[in-house]
């Protein structure tokens, strides 16, 4: 698993699933092969693919890019996710 905890721009592509820690920001303008998961306090803006999941446990998401499976939000954990007009999201948007 890559753990990102910082601030972190990646333009190429990770090969693992991801894991957004408190603090921590992914700007992903390459792409992910596994599914990402945002834990509170942490953001992702995607602006290129995540051919995984993504899962919002409390955390900030721009979806700016491809999404080829599921966005799941748990609403438990008051995250954000905002999905622009022109992202693509292949699977379905959930709430849970």
Do not use: C, W
Request: aromatic content about 4%.
């Amino acid at each position: 698993m890559t753990i990102i905890s910082d601030y972190s721009i990646v333009k190429n592509i990770i090969n693992d699933d991801v894991l957004v820690k408190r603090d921590g920001k992914l700007e992903l303008k390459g792409m992910a092969t596994s599914s990402v998961t945002v834990e509170y306090g942490g953001t992702l803006i995607l602006r290129g693919t995540v051919n995984g999941k993504v899962i919002n446990r409390g955390g900030n998401i721009e979806i700016y890019g491809m999404v080829l499976n599921d966005v799941i939000n748990h609403i438990e954990n008051q995250g954000n996710i905002y999905i622009d007009p022109d992202a693509v999201i292949k699977g379905d948007i959930l709430d849970s």
